[in-house]
Nanobody, 130 residues
Framework: QVQLVESGGGLVQAGDSLRLSCAAS????????LAWFRQAPGKDREFVAAISRSGVTTDYADSVKGRFTISRDNAKNTVYLQMNSLKPEDTAVYHC???????????????????????WGQGTQVTVSS
């Protein structure tokens, strides 16, 4: 069982930056594809960014391309989301997610759908004021 714990959220102004972190409890972190999703009040959970087990493949939602960067540090069992030029519409609870990818054949695979991932963190609140 992989436990994921997010941190780094907060209240910022439009145009500011934040870096979210998600620490995993297991060594299998290095064999996992990882992603960030977010959910705003009254809205469905939406994909933000993903990174493959290998770290080679990344993908972003159109709404955050050029502003957000996902990265991973396997030595620290941590995935990051660097968020720059934040906008009020980025306000949401941000969740990290993990998918164990046992086969190295799929080391470059990622997904943008939430039901592909089998481990989830509790989330961290990001609020961007205008």
């Amino acid at each position: 069982q992989v436990q994921l714990v997010e941190s780094g959220g907060g209240l910022v102004q439009a145009g500011d930056s934040l870096r979210l972190s998600c620490a995993a409890s297991e060594r299998t972190f290095s064999s996992s594809a990882l992603a960030w999703f977010r959910q705003a009040p009254g809205k469905d959970r939406e994909f933000v960014a993903a990174i493959s087990r290998s770290g080679v493949t990344t993908d972003y939602a159109d709404s955050v391309k050029g502003r957000f960067t996902i990265s991973r540090d396997n030595a620290k069992n941590t995935v990051y989301l660097q968020m720059n030029s934040l906008k009020p519409e980025d306000t949401a609870v941000y969740h990290c997610a993990a998918k164990t990818v046992s086969s190295s054949d799929f080391r470059n695979t990622i997904a943008t759908v939430s039901n592909w991932y089998n481990y989830w963190g509790q989330g961290t609140q990001v609020t961007v004021s205008s």
